[in-house]
């Protein structure tokens, strides 16, 4: 029996004669972190509000536990919890009224929220409105958390909170997922805070998905190479195998994945090292090769 | 039992887990017999997939360093072939390739290496003596 509860096919959505999403294909299943990556723009909002049904795809599809996710019916969308970027509940209710008014859309575990909600030590009887912007992404979050849901998504959960609290609230969303056997996707820009519970990794990059990969796979396969000037560069790190190659000064960097290369040969000057996840996301949104030649043939 | 991850190293996390429970058997701190956190436990402190410790401990078991008892959890196996002085001799041995794969990118003669890590420990002494 598989897993995947959030799949989607062909997946495109153009707003006007801009492709927002081209062709996403995906198979993501419980018990999974998934951290969505991608610069400023290249879709990973309209690809969550695609998966929850919120916007009509122009191509292509996507299910959630099974069903179109254009056509949920209520007792799934129940099971789906969903933070955007910026939607806000009314600011006269409480967090006790907030939870109240999840807990008759979905099933809910008051006690997990209130416990979050009591990690940054907020009046759950004060008015979501008087709290500032990280406090009321924590309170967002406590909702999330709270629900007893299949598929989290969040959309910059992490956005104005303060380091400690980041950690905290991916801490949480972690125990969530191996609790309820849950999936999230979290789309962000703040790649440190989430690489240590992520289980994998999705890069978008104008709306097309350059990296669908396993976190410890990447950690054991991607390794960055050094090649100083002074060295010649190495035939393999000139290969379309490589993802991506930077100049820097007093030579190039190059990352690729570890059976790609020759280390046998190497210079002694020349360095390999493993990659953390910042760099790799680097290598192939802002270095990538193939992107770079798009570039000069335009 | 203290496990940390480094994020920032590159290092997989399951070959860390690896690693430092051959530390602690190194060194001593896990006895054979020890009974090593549950999977669970170890994946819930850590704030990973249960996968990730699943195969750490795969790992360990077919190095022979680790058994899984059906129903009661993991331990540090009794009567290893591999001794906690073959596990220092091992890690010591990988800290040594790197001063000299270090050293000898940097210019460094073997001699030189050799003088330096002996007056590195002559230094040590000095320092435990006083």
Request: charged share 25%; hydrophobic share 40%.
């Given at each position: 029996?598989?897993?995947a509860i959030?799949?989607?096919?062909?997946?495109s959505r153009?707003?006007?004669?801009f492709r927002a999403l081209?062709d996403?294909?995906?198979?993501?299943?419980?018990?999974r972190v998934?951290?969505l990556?991608?610069?400023n723009?290249?879709?990973?909002?309209?690809?969550?509000?695609l998966?929850?049904?919120q916007l009509?795809?122009t191509a292509?599809?996507?299910?959630?536990?099974?069903?179109p996710?254009?056509?949920l019916?209520?007792?799934i969308t129940?099971r789906?919890?969903?933070?955007?970027?910026?939607?806000?509940?009314p600011?006269?209710y409480?967090a006790r009224q907030?939870?109240?008014?999840?807990?008759?859309?979905s099933p809910f575990?008051?006690?997990?929220?209130?416990?979050f909600?009591?990690?940054?030590?907020?009046?759950?009887?004060?008015?979501?409105?008087e709290f500032?912007?990280?406090?009321?992404?924590?309170?967002r979050?406590a909702?999330?958390l709270?629900?007893?849901?299949?598929?989290?998504?969040m959309?910059?959960?992490?956005?104005?909170?303060?380091?400690a609290?980041?950690?905290?609230?991916?801490?949480?969303?972690?125990?969530?997922?191996s609790?309820?056997?849950?999936?999230?996707v979290?789309?962000t820009?703040?790649i440190n805070d989430?690489?240590t519970?992520a289980?994998?990794?999705i890069i978008l990059?104008?709306?097309?998905?350059?990296?669908?990969e396993?976190?410890?796979?990447?950690?054991?396969?991607?390794?960055?190479?050094?090649?100083p000037?002074t060295?010649r560069?190495?035939?393999f790190a000139?290969s379309a195998?490589t993802?991506?190659?930077?100049?820097v000064?007093?030579?190039t960097r190059f990352w690729?994945?570890?059976?790609?290369?020759?280390?046998?040969?190497l210079?002694a000057?020349?360095?390999v090292?493993p990659v953390?996840?910042e760099?790799?996301?680097l290598?192939?949104?802002?270095?990538?090769?193939?992107?770079?030649?798009r570039?000069i043939?335009k | 039992?203290?496990?940390?991850?480094?994020?920032?190293?590159g290092?997989?996390?399951y070959?860390q887990?690896v690693?430092?429970?051959?530390?602690r058997i190194?060194?001593?701190q896990?006895q054979?017999?020890?009974k090593?956190?549950?999977?669970?436990?170890l994946?819930?402190?850590?704030?990973?997939?249960?996968?990730?410790?699943?195969?750490?401990?795969?790992?360990?078991r077919?190095?022979?360093?680790?058994?899984?008892?059906q129903g009661?959890?993991?331990?540090?196996t009794e009567?290893?072939?591999v001794s906690?002085?073959?596990l220092?001799?091992?890690?010591?041995e990988?800290?040594a390739?790197?001063?000299?794969?270090?050293?000898?990118?940097?210019?460094?003669?073997k001699?030189e290496?050799?003088?330096?890590?002996k007056?590195v420990e002559?230094?040590?002494?000095?320092?435990?003596?006083e």
């Amino acid at each position: 029996m598989s897993d995947a509860i959030v799949t989607a096919t062909h997946l495109s959505r153009d707003y006007g004669r801009f492709r927002a999403l081209s062709d996403v294909n995906l198979t993501l299943e419980r018990g999974r972190v998934i951290a969505l990556l991608g610069p400023n723009g290249a879709g990973k909002s309209t690809l969550l509000h695609l998966l929850i049904g919120q916007l009509e795809p122009t191509a292509g599809g996507s299910h959630i536990l099974g069903h179109p996710s254009r056509r949920l019916p209520q007792a799934i969308t129940g099971r789906i919890a969903y933070m955007g970027d910026g939607e806000e509940p009314p600011g006269g209710y409480n967090a006790r009224q907030l939870f109240q008014l999840q807990s008759q859309l979905s099933p809910f575990n008051s006690k997990r929220a209130g416990d979050f909600l009591a990690i940054q030590k907020l009046d759950p009887r004060k008015p979501f409105g008087e709290f500032s912007k990280g406090q009321k992404k924590w309170i967002r979050a406590a909702m999330i958390l709270g629900s007893e849901s299949d598929v989290i998504f969040m959309d910059e959960p992490a956005e104005g909170l303060d380091p400690a609290s980041r950690i905290k609230l991916y801490e949480h969303l972690r125990r969530h997922v191996s609790d309820c056997d849950s999936l999230a996707v979290v789309a962000t820009h703040i790649i440190n805070d989430i690489e240590t519970v992520a289980d994998e990794v999705i890069i978008l990059k104008r709306g097309k998905v350059l990296v669908h990969e396993d976190l410890e796979d990447i950690r054991e396969q991607v390794r960055e190479l050094f090649v100083p000037e002074t060295e010649r560069v190495p035939d393999f790190a000139l290969s379309a195998e490589t993802l991506g190659s930077q100049a820097v000064s007093g030579g190039t960097r190059f990352w690729m994945k570890a059976d790609k290369m020759d280390t046998a040969s190497l210079a002694a000057a020349i360095t390999v090292r493993p990659v953390n996840l910042e760099a790799f996301y680097l290598s192939v949104a802002e270095y990538n090769h193939s992107q770079a030649h798009r570039e000069i043939q335009k | 039992m203290y496990f940390r991850l480094d994020n920032q190293s590159g290092e997989a996390f399951y070959r860390q887990i690896v690693e430092q429970v051959k530390y602690r058997i190194a060194a001593g701190q896990l006895q054979p017999g020890q009974k090593l956190p549950s999977i669970r436990e170890l994946a819930a402190e850590l704030s990973i997939n249960t996968r990730t410790v699943v195969k750490a401990y795969e790992q360990l078991r077919a190095e022979g360093l680790a058994v899984m008892q059906q129903g009661q959890g993991v331990f540090v196996t009794e009567n290893q072939a591999v001794s906690p002085a073959d596990l220092r001799q091992a890690q010591i041995e990988e800290m040594a390739k790197r001063i000299f794969s270090e050293g000898r990118r940097i210019g460094a003669s073997k001699e030189e290496i050799m003088h330096i890590i002996k007056q590195v420990e002559d230094g040590i002494q000095e320092k435990s003596n006083e």
